[in-house]
């Protein structure tokens, strides 16, 4: 598609069945170039979280498991959402709809180092800030296999020197199960662990870097290794690399935190640049680390997956309020009251009285049918303006690009942005204090009632009128079923619906090109409509 779909339905990445295919050969192409694994990175705009399957069910997670790519680094969300916008995946049979933790599992299997034992199929996926906004920068440096990174924050100003440890690996963002096997294994060579390792970019000469390795057991940071570290001369990286020779025999330990590093570089003016501190496990084992809540909801919840869970447990929800109260009054002798205590006897007491508003109760339920069965509105749906189509709550359906007079959906499950907050925060409230008004217009009915001695099916409606009057000049009148303070907050609630209504439809007029009354009347107009007429309905009469 040559041109993309307007926001705010543009939400998702959409791989093509195409692109998954180009991208599957050119990574086994480079698996079939040596015997020995080659380390693989991947680089994307949309995170995994916000990345849609294709039309034939495939998704880059796919292709990413099945190559064991090392990491993929994207962008799109960056670090508005948190610094720990990173996660690990690792192959699962089961449907997955939510990760809870950057881990994936919560306890890592047995090492199998035989010859025939199949490899870990994982990879890390790792959010990066943006330059435009958040000026930061990361550096990445492959050693010997291992994939690890610093991110740069200019906006603290700029930076004399940077520093990169490379081995060992960190523990909470950079190991994976694969270091474990080759530890346990002995996959790789000893030299490959029998030194640490830094990159290291000064703009002055360095007099002096060492590595400093704290043991945490105590309590606190306790020093328990300073080495210096040698500069390599016959290095092919773009910076500095540095080693220090370690016993790394010394530093096995079952727990991957214990042990932490850290990287001070002494330029010739004696300047003193400190890395960050990174707990280690020279066995490979991962240190758990947690999102927090706003990190969960962007990167440990697969959004596309859960459109459609989410939407038909709402749907069926709002139905069933709205369904079984009825069913009960016509069908049962059952009843509720607000005078038996209990969420759920209120609710059924909200909703049996929205029942004896008929127009409002079917109005409600012809509703929810026409956001299932009817498109939501019409709109330009591209960029460029050519194009109309109509959404639903599959998505935008346009013209087949094939021109075979067949049509086809586009933005889905990106239409969730829209179709869930809709039946969330405007269709379910908006049940609710109808059902709220009718409700309060009861109690107040009986209130009067008792006031007047009158049973409720008293056909004398003008004696009733005539008290009504009398009450009112009382002095019980301040009471808040007298002075329906109730109702009062009610219709606020009712104003704050309409209003938050009003404001969608006013961003999707603005975004679509569209005419509120020409392109999507049932959309915009039914609820501000039934709240109108169920405030008329529960006026001040008895």
């Known amino acids: 598609m040559s041109v993309g779909v307007r926001g705010p339905t543009n939400l998702f990445g959409h791989p093509t069945d195409q692109l998954l295919s180009e991208l599957d050969m050119e990574l086994s192409h480079w698996d079939s170039q040596s015997k020995h694994p080659i380390t693989k ?7 995994l979280s916000f990345s849609a399957t294709s039309h034939s069910g495939k998704s880059l997670k796919d292709i990413f498991l099945n190559h064991s790519i090392s990491a993929y680094i994207c962008g799109h969300l960056h670090a508005r959402f948190g610094k720990n916008l990173k996660r690990h995946h690792q192959f699962s049979s089961l449907p997955e709809f939510f990760q809870l933790n950057i881990h994936q599992l919560s306890s890592q299997p047995p090492v199998n180092c035989s010859t025939d034992a199949p490899t870990a199929n994982e990879f890390w996926e790792w959010e990066m800030g943006d330059w435009r906004k958040s000026r930061a920068m990361r550096i990445l440096a492959i050693d010997r296999g291992h994939v690890s990174y610093v991110d740069v924050d200019f906006k603290l100003g700029t930076k004399k020197t940077i520093i990169l440890p490379t081995f060992p690996l960190d523990s909470q963002l950079m190991s994976t199960s694969s270091s474990r096997h080759e530890y346990e294994c002995r ?14 970019f000064s703009v002055s000469p360095l007099v002096s870097v060492t590595a400093m390795i704290y ?4 309590g606190y940071l306790s020093m328990v290794l300073e080495a210096p570290m040698i500069k390599l001369q016959h290095n092919t990286s773009r910076g500095d690399l540095y080693i220090a020779p370690w016993n790394y025999r010394a530093f096995a330990d079952p727990s991957p935190d214990r042990y932490w590093l850290q990287i001070e570089a002494t330029d010739f003016m004696g300047r003193s640049t400190l890395s960050d501190l990174r707990p280690f496990s020279i066995n490979g084992l991962s240190t758990k680390l947690s999102w927090t809540w706003k990190e ?5 919840c697969q959004w596309a997956a859960l459109y459609y869970p989410m939407l038909w447990s709402a749907v069926y929800f709002l139905l069933l309020i709205l369904l079984i109260p009825k069913a009960l009054l016509i069908f049962s002798n059952k009843h509720f009251t607000y005078k038996n205590k209990g969420f759920l006897n209120i609710l059924g007491w909200v909703s049996q009285e929205l029942c004896r508003v008929p127009l409002a109760w079917f109005g409600l339920v012809g509703y929810l049918f026409y956001l299932i069965l009817f498109p939501w509105f019409i709109g330009q749906v591209f960029t460029d303006g050519k194009d109309k189509g109509y959404m639903t709550y599959m998505g935008w359906v346009i013209k087949s690009v ?3 007079g067949k049509h086809e959906y586009v933005g889905s499950p990106d239409v969730m942005v829209v179709v869930l907050p809709h039946l969330l925060f405007v269709v379910f409230p908006a049940i609710l204090v109808t059902g709220a008004l009718a409700a309060e217009k009861q109690i107040y009915r009986e209130h009067i009632l008792s006031l007047s001695g009158k049973k409720e099916d008293d056909p004398d409606q003008e004696e009733k009128r005539s008290l009504w009057y009398g ?7 301040n009471s808040c079923v007298g002075e329906r303070w109730i109702r009062k907050v009610l219709l606020v609630v009712c104003l704050a619906i309409c209003w938050k209504h009003f404001m969608n439809c006013r961003a999707l007029i603005k975004a679509y090109e569209m005419n509120p009354i020409i392109n999507f009347p049932g959309y915009s107009l039914t609820i501000p409509l039934l709240l109108a007429y169920t405030v008329y309905r529960t006026r001040r009469n008895v």
Not at 41 to 47: D, W
Not at 187 to 200: D, K
Not at 471 to 477: A, I, M, T, V
């Open 296 to 300: 969960f909801i962007v990167m440990g």
């Open 41 to 47: 990175i991947s680089f994307g705009h949309f995170p």
């Open 215 to 218: 043991d945490t057991r105590p």
């Open 187 to 200: 996959a790789m060579g000893p030299l490959s662990y029998e030194a640490i390792r830094a990159l290291v």
């Open 402 to 404: 094939n021109e075979d």
């Open 471 to 477: 009450y009112r000049g009382s002095r019980k009148s």
